[in-house]
């Protein structure tokens, strides 16, 4: 079992619908990132939260530390935000980053 | 555009081949990674340069074995690959410690492996 779970694994939407994208981890973290990877394979980093809330946007990441969960919305979903979101967290007890599977969104118009 | 260059885009080699992936960035980080992203698979960290000297090979085989010459560039040479070594290999940089500071990535070499 993956130490960060992300769901839904994949997602299909229309345009203009809000879109939640959740991510659960298991250990202690000192920050949680979200990521963007298009079809082309690049990744842009989207958040980096250790504590409440940050938008972006049309994108709101919170997170939840003593609930161990991190939510990525996207409000008024275009085409253009169809990719694969990825969750990383920071373990406190380490430096290492470890990921989830990430989540295929697809926007239809 | 992230200011994280990575060349080839794609590479086809057979197993008998050796070739080299390029990473470059310009941003003054000092911190430069190779991850590997294989189908329906989390990234996987293979190795982290900090300040030009390696300081985590993650348990990656032999036949992968990295370079950084300075702190703005990065290499992964290759040579006698299998073909479950077939991926994309992402090249990332970032201040130091990332984790709590944010990465910048590239584009991404994808790999096949015949």
């Known amino acids: 079992k993956n130490e960060v779970e992300q769901s839904p694994q994949n997602l299909t939407a229309q345009e203009g619908e809000f879109i939640t994208i959740n991510c659960s981890y298991s250990?202690?973290?000192?920050?949680l990132h979200w990521l963007q990877q298009h079809p082309g394979g690049g990744i842009v980093s989207l958040f980096m939260?250790?504590?409440g809330k940050k938008k972006h946007g049309r994108l709101i990441a919170t997170i939840n530390i003593q609930e161990k969960h991190s939510s990525l919305h996207i409000t008024a979903s275009h085409p253009r935000d169809s990719a694969v979101y990825i969750c990383?967290?920071?373990?406190?007890?380490?430096?290492?980053?470890?990921f989830g599977e990430g989540t295929q969104l697809t926007v239809n118009p | 555009e992230t200011g994280v260059t990575q060349t080839p885009r794609h590479l086809v080699m057979g197993m008998t081949n050796k070739k080299s992936l390029k990473c470059e960035q310009h941003?003054?980080?000092?911190?430069m990674y190779w991850y590997k992203q294989s189908a329906k698979k989390p990234l996987e960290l293979m190795f982290v340069?900090?300040?030009?000297?390696?300081?985590e090979n993650n348990s990656v085989p032999s036949r992968f074995s990295p370079e950084c010459p300075n702190s703005s560039h990065l290499f992964l040479h290759l040579h006698t690959l299998q073909p479950e070594d077939s991926a994309l290999y992402l090249c990332?940089?970032?201040?130091?410690?990332?984790?709590?500071?944010?990465?910048?990535f590239g584009q991404g070499t994808r790999l096949t492996v015949v």
């Open positions: 990383a967290v920071r373990e406190t007890s380490g430096s290492r980053l470890t």
């Open positions: 250990v202690g973290i000192s920050a």
């Open positions: 990332a940089s970032s201040l130091l410690g990332w984790g709590n500071t944010e990465a910048f």
């Open positions: 941003l003054g980080h000092n911190a």
């Open positions: 340069y900090s300040l030009e000297e390696r300081v």
């Open positions: 939260l250790s504590s």
